[in-house]
């Protein structure tokens, strides 16, 4: 029995069904540094091939349920439990992370032809994302698949952040400020 090449065909074949694509080692698993606080109504750079996109980072709130002791157990003199311990579930919340308002790097409006969002549909189709048909489109589909893969990211924005597009794969220009 060669048991030897079906093991690595198998291991190839489940190879393959890996969800996602890992990034470059040098590329951040978030895209918070590249997120910066609003100081006014003005961007913070200006220029040709140069474009910012306003947002609001919501909230991080943390929910916290905890059982709390209300009444102990009893015991007889005999130390067989009489009354059992009572508890009550208390939940609490705290603010992880303050709401923002912030600023990103984006791509510039001239940029995002009909192949330019064909291509993110087809970057975010490949990752799962985005379900629907290549249109070239920027659409509520894509707006939303666009959120869903930059919100683990730490940006919480339908609008495509330039850091994104290039961690897609789609833009080449280098984020200055």
């Excluded at 190879?15 to 040098?26: I, S």
């Excluded at 102990?72 to 939940?91: I, K, L, Y």
Aim: some cysteine.
């Amino acid at each position: 029995m060669h048991r030897a090449p079906f093991i690595l065909l198998l291991a190839l074949a489940l190879g393959a069904c890996q969800t996602g694509v890992p990034a470059a080692p040098n590329q951040p698993d978030t895209l918070q540094k590249e997120l910066i606080p609003k100081r006014g109504d003005t961007p913070p750079t200006s220029g040709k091939g140069i474009c910012w996109a306003g947002d609001v980072t919501p909230a991080i709130i943390e929910t916290v349920t905890e059982q709390v002791l209300v009444r102990p157990e009893v015991r007889g003199p005999d130390g067989t439990m009489t009354t059992s311990a009572v508890f009550q579930s208390e939940t609490s919340q705290r603010i992880v992370q303050d709401r923002r308002d912030v600023w990103f790097r984006t791509p510039c409006p001239d940029d995002l032809t009909l192949d330019f969002v064909a291509s993110l549909q087809r970057a975010l189709k490949a990752r799962g994302y985005y379900r629907g048909e290549v249109t070239g489109q920027l659409d509520a589909p894509t707006r939303l698949a666009t959120r869903q893969f930059q919100e683990p990211l730490g940006l919480d924005s339908e609008r495509l952040s330039l850091a994104a597009a290039q961690r897609l794969g789609i833009s080449a220009t280098e984020f200055k400020r």
